[in-house]
């Protein structure tokens, strides 16, 4: 990366390195594994190496700074020298705020809004603030090759992708976020590159012979991985200190093959907590694994890694198939009540059980007295469980309002750190289908192939599976504002609103104590009741009019119900919160 001193790349077996500023090649120093060359403070240029550059004919390539803070052009041009403007930041007074309990909104920049820019989304977070969030997550920026994509085959990981914005753009979009009081979360992508334009392999072993579902894997624990290790760390650390992020959520934990003593995810938490100790302000990793291991969030002083918190599908698929039915695929194992109170009281559903979807015991049970329930980030729609449906169809696509009423409840008062997904809170009619924007035209048809041969598998017709490199597909996605204006979405709007005002006005519903949590329910009725202290949540998952045995004083419904009798008489798909005698 280029700063005010120098230029300094890591290329450990090239013979030669030469750093080429604005056309203008100038061989590099060794030092050690790494090269280097002053740089003045005035260089404005934009720059590269060769390295091993062939002497004969012909110009020799000009690679890209694997620690690029800038791709002007995309990712297989030049790079260009950027830190952030110190004067950009009105944030000072922003304490931060950690992520345990708070309401986390997932957005994806390139569809949230129109124009699909940070400063198109940043005249949205008023939207956020009255919704009650507490934190926005942003899909991954950092640039790839193409004009739009989910961001996870992202090769620049330094960078931020132009057509959001920018550095620039991002950095205003997070100074905007706090004047809002509103915390940032990062997704970003550690295990594996995009398959266009990752140049890192040319400079040194940043990557092994093993491979994982998305490509090769991290050189994380092999011969010169401590520089591949510090690549990651560091790039880690940046958003944290000068993008002022206040958190990072990991992609895929699961695919970071690390067999050294101290896990990239550990060593990771232990750097991150030292800089929150030095920037004053709470900074937070949040994984995203399958492997159900509460060892990830689960102290360092107790064995773990110490991360602040993990995403839990076992929460989505039980509260997913107890109230749409569906059964498919890794859905199988999960749909009764029993299962959904099971995940609302101890986490996960399979905990050192057995998985028919894995064919084999996956998980391990958590310790409620060592990891506080918020640890756990849960919901009922996140950018995974609808994009990568064979349509990308939303929830509200094929469920009732009172259903969806009843799977924001489940989610807004467990236990957890709860979850939304962009036009969730309005039940949004536009899909979240997977889109690219390879321009090669070979990688374009192999990804369009795959993904239609991947749901032909399960039975779906090629003709209904959206071609990921079609624009429309991108288009398609984008989220209409206008739905706004709309009553029966302003409905859905108002009892989001009204949910996340109860949940934070509620201490029983923030509780941490997972052991505190106990549900009963009857699943011949068809109702299902979560009680939070003196407040029970009631979701009455069947169609039909019902009397649920619970007496209740309201505080929020979705429909009208009457409470008489020490029962409540209630229509079908409702939600009815309230709370019991003797409550305070």
Known sequence: MADQQEYAVWAPDATTVSVVVDGSSSPMTRDGQWWRYPSAATDPGRYGFTIDADSGDGAPAVLPDPRSPRQPDGVHSTSAPFVVDETLWTDRGWAGRPIAGAVVYELHIGTFTPDGTFDSAIERLDHLVDLGVGFVEVMPINGFNGTHNWGYDGVAWYAVHEIYGGPAGFARFVDACHGRGLGVVLDVVYNHLGPSGNYLPQFGPYLTSGANTWGQSLNLDQADSD????????????????????????DAVHALVDHTAIHLLEELAVRTDALSAELGRPLSLIAESDLNDPRLITDRGLGGYGLAAQWDDDVHHAIHTAVSGERQGYYGDFGSYDCLATVLTKGFFHAATYSSFRRRRHGRPIDPAVVPSTSLVVYTCNHD????????????????????????????TSAFTPMLFMGEEWAASTPFQFFTSHPEPELGEATAT??????????????????????????????????????????????????????????????????????????????????RGAVTAVCVLTDQAITVPITLTPLLTFDPVTVDHGAIESSGHNVIIGRRPGGA
């Open 227 to 250: 520089p591949v290790r510090a690549h990651i760390l560091d790039n880690a650390l940046r958003w944290l200190r000068e993008f002022h992020v206040d958190a990072l959520r990991l």
């Open 385 to 412: 469980q609808i994009g990568n449906r064979a349509t990308g169809d939303r929830p509200s696509a094929y469920l009732t309002p009172g259903q969806l009423a009843i799977k924001a409840a489940l989610v807004l």
């Open 450 to 531: 795959g993904r239609i041969s991947e749901f032909a598998d399960h039975g779906w017709d090629a003709a209904e599976i959206p071609d990921p490199q079609d624009p429309e597909t991108f288009a398609r996605s984008k989220l209409d504002w206008s739905e706004l204006e709309q009553p029966d979405h302003l409905r859905i709007l108002e009892f989001y609103r009204s949910l996340i005002e109860l949940r934070a006005s509620t201490p029983e519903i923030t509780d941490r104590h997972l052991d505190r949590v106990e549900v009963d329910f009857d699943e011949q009725a068809g109702w299902f009741a979560i009680h």
